[in-house]
Nanobody, 124 residues
Framework: VQLQASGGGLVQAGGSLRLSCEVF????????MGWYRQAPGKQRELVAS???????NYADSVKGRFTISRDNAKNTVYLQMNSLKSEDTAVYYC???????????????????WGQGTLVTVSS
């Protein structure tokens, strides 16, 4: 099982970016999918998360600007980031808290998977 994130880059303040993260493997189901970020010298923090039935949660700092969504058929989570600010500059990581994957004709449960991180730089 692997998570592959994409979509980071350099954008001016006020601009937009869309991050994507796909879960690769023989996946049966995925529980909560989320995005975290880590700015230089700071701890990693939760940005947003979405459950398998679409319930979302956002950090106060991104409410009203960021939107998380997922496509369960594609095992992919997205983060639409609008009205970006310089303080949004960070490496963004996608996360899956729990999933089930096939091994032969059975499935197993796995926990706490992370993508490789994608850098978002917002210039002021």
């Amino acid at each position: 099982v692997q998570l592959q994130a994409s979509g980071g880059g350099l954008v001016q303040a006020g601009g937009s970016l869309r991050l994507s993260c796909e879960v690769f493997g023989r996946i049966f189901s995925v529980n909560v999918m989320g995005w975290y970020r880590q700015a230089p010298g700071k701890q990693r923090e939760l940005v947003a998360s979405v459950t398998s039935n679409g319930r979302t949660n956002y950090a106060d700092s991104v409410k009203g600007r960021f939107t998380i969504s997922r496509d369960n058929a594609k095992n992919t989570v997205y983060l639409q980031m609008n009205s970006l600010k310089s303080e949004d500059t960070a490496v963004y990581y996608c996360n899956v808290d729990q999933l089930q994957y096939y091994v032969g004709s059975y499935y197993r449960r796995g926990f706490d998977y992370w993508g490789q991180g994608t850098l978002v730089t917002v210039s002021s």
